[in-house]
């Protein structure tokens, strides 16, 4: 069983920058960030294999960035250049094989929320 623990979330201006951290207990293939907005579908944002290869959703190329750091068994996201239609909890997924289908992730966090104002 893998633990995920989202932190980082909080409210920000447009413009500005956050950057959540999640916490594991125990490595996957696969790990990633998706996001899901009120009433909407939740949505892969971006995307780390074990190999360290990296994949990012369209909307946030350019202005996010996944990384990881295996010492201290978490998983960050870096999100610049902030825009309103980025608000929405954050979750991190770890999994045994990559995708941006959330039924390719066995373990979820909690989630962490995100508010970007205009």
């Known amino acids: 069983q893998v633990q995920l623990v989202e932190s980082g979330g909080g409210s920000v201006q447009a413009g500005g920058s956050l950057r959540l951290s999640c916490a594991y207990t125990?490595?996957?293939?696969?790990m990633g960030w998706f996001r899901q907005a009120p009433e909407k579908e939740r949505e892969g944002v971006a995307i780390?294999?074990?190999?360290?290869?990296?994949t990012y959703a369209d909307s946030v190329k350019g202005r996010f960035t996944i990384s990881k750091d295996n010492a201290k068994n978490t998983l960050y996201l870096q999100m610049n250049s902030l825009k309103p239609e980025d608000t929405g909890m954050y979750y991190c997924?770890?999994?045994?094989?990559?995708?941006?289908?959330?039924?390719?992730?066995?373990?979820w966090g909690q989630g962490t929320q995100v508010t970007v104002s205009s």
């Open positions: 780390r294999d074990s190999d360290g290869s990296t």
């Open positions: 997924a770890a999994g045994y094989r990559c995708s941006y289908g959330t039924n390719a992730y066995n373990y």
């Open positions: 125990a490595r996957t293939y696969c």
